[in-house]
T-cell receptor, first 114, second 111 residues
Framework: GAVVSQHPSWVICKSGTSVKIECRSLDFQATTMFWYRQFPKQSLMLMATSNEGSKATYEQGVEKDKFLINHASLTLSTLTVTSAHPEDSSFYIC??????????FGPGTRLTVT | QKEVEQDPGPLSVPEGAIVSLNCTYSNSAFQYFMWYRQYSRKGPELLMYTYSSGNKEDGRFTAQVDKSSKYISLFIRDSQPSDSATYLCASTPAAGNKLTFGGGTRVLVKP
């Protein structure tokens, strides 16, 4: 299957700082990428859909000013958690759509806000 | 009611047994169905996808979709301890659309 990478795999930051997470499709072009959040022992919660060259579409209840998404190229999407707080600590996972319908996931990024 | 329902388990089976997993869904518009495997603290891995009703086989894995009863199944033959993971079903109405996930079923294969 296709490969999607995420960087960093684990990040610890202080409350009030911003953190950027990168998601890359390594061997295919992805016009659409998705960002998820996952709490322990729970399923994936879709945060937003990211389309290359356009604004992301956020799910209801997700603060778009807090979770900034930029899909600048066909292989890279970034999620920036701005002014992070301890409640933002979670496992963030991206996926990339290999047209037409196969979604491949990255390995995830564990964010801990102290 | 969630659009895609899954028994959370855990489902415990002895090594070599058949693992039987299933999901039900409520959205009649769903046309594409996927199964993902997720190990602890890792991203989900796509196992199989099917379109509309029918069966699909890939190695030890068989996926079945019955749209008349809105029922999705995954069977794992000759299960191994390395199959111990959480299995997620997902559906979408159209290619390229966002997926709706079930809650996941945790599977334990005991040696």
């Amino acid at each position: 299957g296709a490969v999607v990478s995420q960087h960093p795999s684990w990040v610890i930051c202080k409350s009030g700082t911003s953190v950027k997470i990168e998601c890359r499709s390594l061997d295919f072009q992805a016009t659409t990428m998705f960002w998820y959040r996952q709490f322990p022992k729970q399923s994936l919660m879709l945060m937003a859909t990211s389309n290359e060259g356009s604004k992301a579409t956020y799910e209801q209840g997700v603060e778009k000013d807090k979770f900034l998404i930029n899909h600048a190229s066909l292989t890279l999407s970034t999620l920036t958690v701005t002014s992070a707080h301890p409640e933002d600590s979670s496992f963030y996972i991206c996926s990339a759509l290999e047209f037409p319908y196969e979604q491949y996931f990255g390995p995830g990024t564990r964010l801990t806000v102290t | 009611q969630k659009e895609v329902e899954q028994d959370p388990g855990p489902l415990s089976v002895p090594e070599g047994a058949i693992v039987s997993l299933n999901c039900t869904y409520s959205n009649s518009a769903f046309q594409y169905f996927m199964w993902y495997r997720q190990y602890s603290r890792k991203g989900p891995e796509l196992l199989m996808y099917t379109y509309s009703s029918g069966n699909k086989e890939d190695g030890r894995f068989t996926a079945q979709v019955d749209k008349s009863s809105k029922y999705i199944s995954l069977f794992i033959r000759d299960s191994q301890p390395s199959d111990s993971a959480t299995y997620l079903c997902a559906s979408t109405p159209a290619a390229g659309n966002k997926l709706t996930f079930g809650g996941g079923t945790r599977v334990l294969v005991k040696p």
